[in-house]
């Protein structure tokens, strides 16, 4: 009786033992709770400066999320006479500020922005001259339209014509590329209501199309198109 007495009272030593070396060891390094401005304990994962930790996920801007994700502005060339025409850039404004100058004031409207870039790809001289830049779209009604419009003159049912010019001056893009040359900044405006200020609702671009047409000279006739869906930005 003596001796299991003994063996209890060891075992109840021994466990009392462990449970005052377990609460020393706790005691030593107690939990830091991250305080906030008058004192206010702050939510988990949030440092006691009041910001995020250093591995926190971080909310990226569109831009960047599209350039992590590896997408880029599309862009789709033309091959047509000689040329390579390159849409890098196509957006839908609401004023034709890009091209305002003395000779044509700025207004608010509809508008499409075409940037292009063009490579003579012959063996001979290029002339752009020779060239027709074309949009096409059902909801381009031609009749609104002037025949001299500089951003959009009628060319055939529900398509019209705009001029090919250079960013940095406005000047029209008339001359001719040596073999190879590259001429980037080139722009070309078209407006989609030239009649009022307000969207033109039946246009769309999954609808519509951008062509260069070869209309004089050595192949005239020929003609490339391509579709401007998923192409068009808002700007």
Known sequence: MGTRRGTLAAACVCALISLLWMGCRNGSSPETVPVGPEGIKLPPGVVEQGGLPDDAPVRKPAEAEEAA???????????????????????????????????????????????????????????????EFRLWSPGINTEDYAWKYPLGKPVGENLIAAVLLQQEDLAPVDFRLKVGEVLEDCLLVFDLNPKSVRPNPGFDPAGATFSVKKTRGEGSGEKAEISLEDMVREG
């Open 69 to 131: 994700s590896g997408k880029e502005k599309k862009s789709v060339s033309l091959e047509v006479g000689g040329g390579r025409f390159t849409v890098t850039s196509a957006v839908r404004k609401d004023d034709n500020s890009s091209v305002a100058s003395e000779a044509l004031r700025e207004v608010s409207g509809d508008y499409l922005e075409l940037e292009l870039t063009v490579e003579n790809i012959s063996d001979d001289l290029l002339d752009l001259k020779e060239f």
